[in-house]
């Protein structure tokens, strides 16, 4: 199941983080920034795809203080990639010390509309980005999908549906979504990270614009 939520008219998604950032034993190095970044990225791809409209985020810190404003700067450049406007707040540990970074990002957005009730054998599916995780994710980022492509796909006519793809990959999110077997050429086992692809399913007469929009689509078959 996907970290969202929907309850009196909200959206709510998360997203966790652990040793990524700038300690010394952290497993993948990186500014505090691209961690804010990556982490909102996740959960604000999360909450436009349920149908909500992001409007706040709570952020839980535990690589102490120096780094909180780096995450919000990293939050901020996500929201705007994505169009919207964030509140922040949340709570940084600073009573104790840890060995490696450790990073969590709430994102709460109002439910403004419906998602998912289509005919899912009348449409097609595709992958836009690539499953990245871990470095490749930093190594890569032409096949990173954007956040400004996902917003604009999301909104384009004809497109039923768009599922961000995480830790548990293609497979796992396309068939939740199709409710059936299908494939393409990506390798469908491997977790795409922090959301660097993501599937739409989309009435056929919508494919080419979808396809001008995107660059690259991965169609999948039966």
């Known amino acids: 199941m996907r970290d969202v939520i929907q309850t009196n008219g909200l959206i709510i998604a998360a997203d966790n983080s652990g040793a990524i950032g700038g300690k010394r034993n952290d497993l993948v190095r990186v500014p505090y920034e691209t961690v804010g970044y990556f982490s909102a990225r996740v959960a604000l791809m999360e909450c436009v795809a349920a ?4 409007f706040a985020a709570i952020i839980h810190n ?4 120096d780094a ?4 919000c700067d990293g939050i901020k450049q996500a929201a705007v990639e994505i169009g919207c406007t964030l509140e922040l707040t949340g709570s940084t540990e600073s009573n104790f010390v840890m060995n490696q970074s450790a990073t969590g990002v709430v994102i709460i957005g109002r439910h403004v509309r419906n998602i998912d009730q289509f005919d899912r054998n009348a449409v097609r599916y595709g992958v836009i980005g690539k499953p990245l995780v871990g470095s490749e994710v930093l190594e890569n980022p032409d096949d990173v999908a954007s ?11 004809g497109v039923e549906s768009v599922v961000p793809v995480g830790s548990k990959g293609i497979r796992y999110e396309l068939e939740q979504l199709a409710e059936r077997p299908l494939t393409c050429e990506l390798d469908l086992e491997k977790s795409s990270g922090p959301a660097t692809c993501f599937i739409i399913a989309v009435q056929e007469a919508a494919m080419k614009a979808v396809e001008q929009a995107a660059g690259i689509v991965y169609w999948c078959t039966i």
């Open 62 to 65: 535990f690589s102490g203080d």
């Open 68 to 71: 909180w404003p780096l995450l």
């Open 51 to 54: 149908g909500g409209e992001p």
């Open 147 to 157: 956040l400004a492509v996902f917003k604009k796909i999301n909104s384009m006519s």
